[in-house]
């Protein structure tokens, strides 16, 4: 058994790290290279995430290679003109201002995969997607740990998942979840940027939160 009492000092060491941990774009990200010991850190903590029937579904592809990082933000590029104008008036004048990734001003750029299991799977027989929400709960554990080491970390989704693949070589049965860059910062922002730009604030705690149910729809 392991009863280790965590004390009031850690618990607010991890509140902090949760609170000031950051997405980070291309704007804040210098260019110096991530120390081995550092980036074992960051993997190793992904490897503690929990996962559906402890079947740990996930593979994470470095990237660090220039050419193949030029493709993927070629990808970036095309699908992200595709997506502004799904955004109407200022909200795209707005969009098109944002910097969204941060894949060739970082050092290195992690994919990360779902592996699918041939065999079956416990805990994932009914809801197949817990294989992925395993592999998203990885990602986090990674996101926080990088910023526990003063390292910074953005998500980029604005891509086409087939390219990537096909720039990584991976098979046709993984499924990109993640792309992410990583590298120290400049700075690390207080709040979201989205937040300070406006685009979106923060609902707050009593608005997502419901007791027993959802009321009952009005008769
Ligand atoms: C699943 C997921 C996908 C995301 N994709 C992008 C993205 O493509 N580009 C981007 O700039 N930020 C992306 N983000 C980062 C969010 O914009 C960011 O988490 C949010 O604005 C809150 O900011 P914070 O992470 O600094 O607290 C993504 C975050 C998540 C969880």
Same mark, same amino acid.
């Given at each position: 058994m392991n009863d280790w009492q965590f004390t009031a000092a850690d618990q607010q060491v991890l509140q902090r790290i949760m609170q000031l941990r950051r997405d980070v =774009?291309?704007? =804040?990200?210098? =260019?110096d290279e991530i120390p081995a010991a550092e980036l074992d850190r960051i993997l190793q903590a992904a490897t503690w995430a929990p996962s559906v029937g402890f079947s740990q579904p996930w593979q994470f592809v470095l990237v660090r290679d220039r050419a193949a990082r030029e493709k993927i933000a070629a990808s970036f590029a095309e699908e992200n003109r595709k997506a502004a104008p799904l955004f109407a008036d200022k909200k795209r004048e707005q969009y098109v201002q944002?910097?969204?990734?941060?894949i060739l001003e970082t050092p290195l750029n992690i994919a990360v995969f779902y592996t699918p299991s041939p065999q079956p799977v416990l805990g994932q027989t009914s809801i197949n997607e817990v294989g992925e929400y395993s592999v998203v709960c990885a990602v986090q554990n990674m996101w926080l740990m990088a910023r526990a080491l003063n390292i910074g970390m953005g998500w980029v989704s604005i891509l086409d998942p087939s390219t990537v693949k096909a720039v990584l070589n991976a098979p046709a049965d993984h499924k990109l979840v993640a792309y992410l860059c990583v590298g120290y910062v400049t700075e690390f922002c207080e709040q979201p940027e989205l937040e300070t730009l406006q685009w979106e604030s923060r609902r707050p705690l009593p608005s997502v939160v419901l007791t027993d149910s959802y009321p009952a729809p009005e008769s």
């Open positions: =774009r291309g704007n =804040r990200f210098c =260019r944002l910097k969204l990734e941060g």
